[in-house]
Every structure is written in structure tokens, then in C-alpha cells.
């Protein structure tokens, strides 16, 4: 079992997952329109491009716009989780050591402790953009069944991952269900809402462009996000 | 009934529809029309899928529901937080579920988004600057707007309106004529206290092409006057254009897009014949937008430029005041304390923040910004078409809230408001609120607080 979600399934995963996100970036742009967008991408790429980086990068940043400023709670929730989601998988140890095995080839690592710690604060935030989802009606009216599913897809490699490396039952039922979780979570990304992962960057580029563009950039003005 | 004789699906393009319009006061046969008005569900869906492109799919799709938007409108704000004024939920109980329904919506369903897309939202596009994803619900709304205006279901004034730009080229019934007698009007009975005052039409080649929101000739001539006035102090080599002189547009709030292109073109029309090096914009907010942001690509211009440089008369006033055209008396600045409506449409959607800042800085002591101000701005509450619809009158009482109040926190009592919308909504607050608040345009001021020229002193 822990060879076939390891290798063959693992691969198919891994090819779903690229393919479907390049398509999704890919569309995006070829799908953009200056004419119907209303914004002159081509004839001005310098300040688009100009555009798009800032609003990206304030973005990315946390407190770095003005939208991340008028709502810390949700900001600190915000970055804790995403941060945790991104980092942990990346440069854990246990997955770089896999990644030697198999390719020749890991990124540097963090420690288990910081591992541990990132894991357990993402999913504490998870469960506070849970109760957020509950608590406030203006969240609570606009929020689905699906919000809270994909809630899950992304928050379950962390739960088995969690309990896996730690030994607390039998290992390798959970380190099954890790991979098994893993691997449904990266083939979600290009079916479902989670193709913002990428899609943010492209959305972000697009109206970074927009403003870049038409609406001020060109007058020399930085729209302050 | 399929079609009503006035609310259809049809453009308004006769003298004839207009005035049938017109005659059905408050549009009481016209929504009564409008309740068995057919959706052209197939028509409907074909529009979506040759339209709806990746940008507004991916905005609908990846919304990942997080509320963030919801402070970030002052419709929201103004009606206690009601959740169903949540930008995200409004969109999505509209587009997002015509665009699930793939177009198979009934008139019921229509109607609620006719009243969503023109009352509960003033594309002031302020939301998309507090969503992490950048997804820009005003523009959207334009969109659905657009929308809906196809399939019949806009609002009677909106219809009239859209009507007015495809039969006279102008937002109201003024004609070529008209326009040009006012403007002679005008400089005829200003040039005693002006000597010299002339409004040349027509005149090629000059530095700057003046056009103006019909609402001047219409109601205010004194604007035109006035504007005038200042390009004569300034010795400015002026001119309007007799045909496009006219820069709002009504059919953008209606989703006319066939009438937006139309007016936009008369304009562009006037600059090919005139050739001035630069075109002045009135003071208005949703005409600048129109005719110098979002009126190039309406008529197919791939630089996202008017024909010729365009500029929006703040942009005008700060210049002439930076380079002495036009000179401030010190003892005449505005000594109370005084504060300026950011307009949504030149402020956040086309970058003419500091513009503003430096004219304050050299006519008043004791400018207040609002709080917030600049690009975060909130709309007046009367953008969008919103002032001019009886069906949401009292919706758009309830949405002055905000702004009444950014206002008064200021603690400044005159508020300058370079923009016919804001200039409206802010007068219309104080007849419903009675604050005690007084409004400006720039023009009217700055006549008061210039030192005219030698030549243009009159002997008392």
C-alpha cells in the first residue's frame, strides 16, 4: 500500500496537480481582454507589470494593505494558517528525506520542533476561521458546505500528518491516510476554490494591472493598498 | 405579455419612445410592465458565455467567502450591517447564481437583481480594494448591469436616461441649439463684470476643449458662466464644441453599452474636428469616468486613451493655481475649517488624489480630510445612478448616513464637492438630515477668491 500511494499514485497526483494549475494559469491570462476588461494591458505592459508587483507584494506581506490593516484578527488567522499550509509540507524533514530517496535531490529543512509548532498553530487557526464562519453574520450568510469542506481537504495532511509522525497509534494506517489526504488536497487545488492558491496571484496581478493602468497608475499616482 | 410598450427590451431611440417614457409618471405603467416582462433566458446565457471572461469567472469562482468585504461598503455599513448587504453575497445572489442557473432565471429572479445591481450597490468599487483577492465587485456589477439593461430590466429613469444620450446626444433633452444659445447667453451676461468674456464655439486648434454635464445648460448656466470666468482670468485659448460638448453618461449607469459608445464617440467626434491640445472635463465625477477612463475602450481605442490629453477640471484648477494663472487673494482663502469629498469615480478609479490635496492647500487654512479619505474613500451615497431613481429614493436616504457622518466628524461645516453625484447627494443630506452643512463646487469659490488680472478690473 505504501509503495503504490508513494509511487504510481503519487505520480498521478503530482501530474493532475501541474497540469491542472498551468491550465489554470494559462486560461486566466489567455482569457483576459483589454477590450472587454477595459484596461490596456498590452499598450502599457511597464506600468502593469509595475501594477501587478505592488499589489501582490502588499498583499503578501502581512499588515501590508490597507485591507490587511482594517482587520488584524482576521490578517494574524490569515497568515498563521497559510503560512503553516505552505512552509510545513515544503521543508519538512521527513518529506526532503523522501524527496533524496526518490529524486537526489531536498530543499533545506526546518527543525521537527518548528514543524510541530507552525502545524499546530495552522490548525488552531483553522478552527478559529471556523468558529469566525459561525460566529459573524456577515461571514455566516455567506458561507456553504463547500467552505467548510475545502476547510477540511486543506487541514487534514496536517491532522494524520500530525498524529502520524508522532507515533500516537498505529503509524503506518496514519501515515496512509496522511499521504492518501496529502495527495487529495494537491489534486483538489485546480478542480476546486483552492486554485486560488494560484489564481490569487493572477487575480491579484490582474487588478494590480488595472490600476497600474487605467485607473491612476498612469496619472502617478500608487493606488495605496 | 412578453414585451410592454415602454418596458422592453428595445433601445430607446425615437423622439417618440422617449416622450411615451417621459409621459408615464414615476414609470407606474412601466414597472407595472416590467412585472410580466419576459426573460430571453437563451439570449441571456449566450451573452454571459461571449462576455464572462476569465477575469470575472475567476472572481465568482475563487471567493473564498471570508466577509472581508463587508466593511468596505457603506451600504453595509449605513443599513446596521444588515448581512444581505454583503458585497460578496450580493454578487453572488445575483451574477453568481444567473451564471449557475446558466441564464435560466424567471422575471421574479430578474427583478431582485434589477434592484440589487441599481440599490444596493453604486459601483463606487470600493470592496475590491479590501478583498485579499482583489475581486472588484463594482466592476461586476457594471457588468450585471449591463446585463440586465439587455433583457429590459433597468430602471424607468436609467431607461430614459440611456434613451436621452441615443436621441440628443446628451444625458437631457438639450439640443445642439439649446447648448449653443446658453453659451451665448452666458457671455453676454457676465461680459459687463468681465470684460472681454467670450464662450467660443467651435474655435480650432485652441489649448483647451471645455465640455461640460448637461445638467449645466439645463439647470445651472451659471456653471458654464462661471468656468468661463476662470479660463478668461486664466487667459486660457478656449473653446466648447458646439456637437460633443455633453461628457456624462447615463447609459454607463444603465449597462447601455451601444449608448455609452455612442456619446463617447460625439465627444471624440469633437476633439477629431477641433483639434484642441487638451480637453477639460466639468466638474463631475461620472463624466471624467465615462469620456476619459472607461469611453476609449467602449469605442475600440487600444492605448485606453481619449484622442486627445483629458484632463478633469481639479486637474485643470491645481495646475492654474500652481503656475499663477490664477492667483489667490490670502486674505480671501477659506478661513473655516473646510473639508472635500473624494468622488469615487476621479478619486479611487482614476488616481486624482493629490490633485485635490494641492488645491486645498492653496485656497483654505484649516482643510479636514475625512476619515477615511483618498482612495478608501466612501461613495457619497448617491453615485452609480443612485440620486436619480424615485423606485430608491428611500434606500438611498438611508445610504447618506455614512457620508452625513464622515462629514461631521471632520467638524467642518462647507464641504467642497468638484463632482454633480456628490454635489447632489450632499445637498440632498442636509435636506433630510438638516446638519447644518453647506456644499461647494470649486468654481464659485475660486471666482471669489481670485485677484482678477489688471485688464479685467471693473470701475466700480
Not at chain 2, 493629490?354 to 451615497?381: K, L, Q, W
Request: proline share 4%; hydrophobic share 40%; net charge neutral.
Amino acid at each position: 500500500m505504501y509503495e503504490f500511494v508513494t509511487g504510481p499514485l503519487a505520480w498521478l497526483t503530482f501530474i493532475v496537480f501541474f497540469l491542472g494549475v498551468v491550465y489554470r494559469i494559462v486560461w486566466y491570462f489567455r482569457g483576459l481582454h483589454w477590450q472587454m476588461d477595459r484596461v490596456a494591458y498590452n499598450a502599457h505592459l511597464k506600468y502593469g507589470i509595475k501594477g501587478a508587483i505592488r499589489s501582490i507584494f502588499l498583499w503578501l506581506v502581512p499588515f501590508g494593505s490597507v485591507g490587511w490593516r482594517s482587520k488584524p484578527f482576521m490578517t494574524i488567522l490569515f497568515f498563521v494558517f497559510h503560512i503553516g499550509l505552505v512552509v510545513t509540507p515544503i521543508f519538512l524533514q521527513a518529506h526532503n528525506i523522501l524527496l533524496r530517496e526518490r529524486w537526489g535531490f531536498s530543499l533545506w529543512t526546518i527543525s521537527d520542533a518548528t514543524a510541530d509548532t507552525l502545524t499546530i498553530l495552522m490548525i488552531v487557526a483553522a478552527l478559529f476561521l471556523v468558529l469566525r464562519r459561525i460566529a459573524y453574520p456577515e461571514i455566516r450568510i455567506l458561507t456553504t458546505a463547500y467552505d467548510y469542506l475545502l476547510l477540511a481537504i486543506s487541514v487534514a495532511p496536517f491532522i494524520t500528518g500530525f498524529i502520524a509522525a508522532h507515533h500516537y497509534s498505529n503509524y503506518e494506517f496514519w501515515l496512509i491516510l496522511h499521504i492518501i489526504c496529502g495527495e487529495i488536497m494537491l489534486v483538489a487545488i485546480p478542480f476546486t476554490k483552492l486554485s486560488h492558491s494560484v489564481l490569487f496571484f493572477c487575480s491579484r496581478a490582474q487588478l494590480g494591472m488595472d490600476f497600474g493602468i487605467k485607473r491612476g497608475g498612469m496619472k502617478g499616482t500608487k493606488f495605496s493598498w | 405579455m412578453p414585451e410592454g410598450t415602454l418596458c422592453n427590451k428595445q433601445t430607446v431611440d425615437t423622439k417618440e419612445y422617449l416622450n411615451a417614457l417621459l409621459a408615464d409618471k414615476s414609470g407606474k405603467q412601466y414597472y407595472s410592465e416590467m412585472e410580466k416582462l419576459d426573460v430571453d433566458t437563451d439570449k441571456l446565457w449566450k451573452s454571459i458565455k461571449s462576455t464572462l471572461r476569465s477575469r470575472l469567472r475567476t472572481w465568482l469562482e475563487i471567493c473564498a467567502h471570508c466577509g472581508m468585504c463587508a466593511d468596505a461598503c457603506f451600504l453595509y455599513l449605513a443599513n446596521d450591517r444588515d448581512p444581505t448587504q454583503v458585497p460578496s453575497y450580493k454578487i453572488q445572489s445575483t451574477l453568481g447564481e444567473i451564471v449557475k442557473r446558466k441564464g435560466k432565471v424567471n422575471n421574479e429572479f430578474m427583478r431582485m437583481v434589477m434592484d440589487t445591481a441599481w440599490s444596493k450597490c453604486t459601483c463606487c468599487c470600493r470592496c475590491g480594494s479590501f478583498c485579499p483577492f482583489g475581486i472588484d465587485m463594482g466592476i461586476m456589477f457594471g457588468y450585471l448591469r449591463g446585463l440586465c439593461f439587455s433583457q429590459g430590466f433597468v430602471p424607468w429613469e436609467l431607461k430614459i436616461g440611456s434613451g436621452m444620450h441615443r436621441v440628443y446626444k446628451a444625458q437631457m433633452d438639450v439640443t445642439v441649439e439649446d447648448w449653443v444659445d446658453t453659451c451665448e447667453w452666458m457671455a453676454e451676461e457676465y461680459e459687463d463684470d468681465w470684460p472681454g468674456l467670450a464662450i467660443p464655439v467651435d474655435k480650432e486648434n485652441a489649448d483647451i476643449m471645455y465640455t461640460v454635464n448637461a445638467r449645466e445648460p439645463k439647470h445651472y448656466p451659471e456653471d458654464i458662466a462661471e468656468a468661463a470666468i476662470l479660463f478668461h482670468m486664466a487667459g486660457e485659448n478656449w473653446t466648447v464644441p458646439s456637437k460633443g460638448w455633453e461628457e456624462t453618461s447615463l447609459a454607463m449607469f444603465a449597462g447601455d453599452w451601444g449608448a455609452c459608445k455612442m456619446q463617447v464617440e460625439e465627444v471624440y467626434g469633437a476633439m477629431h474636428r477641433l483639434k484642441p491640445k487638451r480637453m477639460v472635463v466639468t466638474e463631475c465625477g461620472h463624466a471624467y469616468r465615462a469620456t476619459v477612463i472607461e469611453g476609449p475602450y467602449w469605442a475600440g481605442l487600444k492605448d485606453g486613451r481619449p484622442p486627445v490629453e483629458s484632463i478633469h477640471y481639479v486637474e485643470w484648477v491645481a495646475e492654474a493655481l500652481r503656475t499663477g494663472k490664477i492667483k489667490i487673494d490670502p486674505a480671501k482663502k477659506i478661513k473655516e475649517p473646510v473639508t472635500y469629498q473624494d468622488s469615487c469615480n476621479y478619486i479611487r478609479n482614476a488616481g486624482l488624489k493629490n490633485v485635490a490635496r494641492e488645491i486645498m492647500s492653496y485656497i483654505a487654512e484649516d482643510f479636514r480630510e475625512m476619515t477615511p479619505n483618498r482612495e478608501h474613500n466612501f461613495c457619497c451615497g448617491g453615485g452609480g445612478g443612485f440620486n436619480g431613481m424615485g423606485r430608491y429614493r428611500e434606500q438611498r436616504n438611508v445610504g447618506l448616513k455614512v457620508k452625513l457622518d464622515q462629514i461631521l466628524d471632520t467638524g467642518a461645516k462647507l464641504v467642497i464637492s468638484p463632482c454633480h453625484n456628490c454635489w447632489d447627494a450632499i445637498r440632498d443630506m442636509e435636506e433630510v438630515y438638516h446638519a447644518g452643512i453647506r456644499w461647494s463646487f470649486l468654481k464659485p469659490l475660486l471666482i471669489k477668491m481670485a485677484i482678477p488680472p489688471d485688464h479685467l478690473k471693473v470701475e466700480e
